[in-house]
């Protein structure tokens, strides 16, 4: 292995993976359910915030739709 590498006559180029980059976000989630990921996640040997992506990753997929009935006031 060299000392030093001469990097001057180097081509750029586009990254290949740009278009696979994550989106940071930030989210405001209940303590239970971050704990729950966290479980889940030591159980599997995976990032709980991996696992969520996942999991959200296949709601996409499955083209899952939430169903949410608010209360109505009396």
């Known amino acids: 292995m060299k000392s030093e590498y001469d990097l001057s006559k180097l081509k750029s180029r586009r990254n ?6 994550k989106t940071p976000v ?7 359910v971050v ?10 040997g995976v990032p709980y915030q991996s696992l969520i992506n996942l999991y959200l990753r296949d ?9 949410i009935a608010w209360p109505t006031k009396s």
Request: glycine content about 0%; some cysteine; charged content about 25%.
């Open 26 to 32: 930030t989210m405001r989630l209940s303590d239970d």
């Open 16 to 21: 290949p993976y740009a278009s696979k980059l």
């Open 59 to 67: 709601c996409v997929n499955q083209h899952r739709q939430i169903q």
């Open 35 to 44: 704990a729950y990921f966290k479980r889940m996640a030591l159980d599997a």
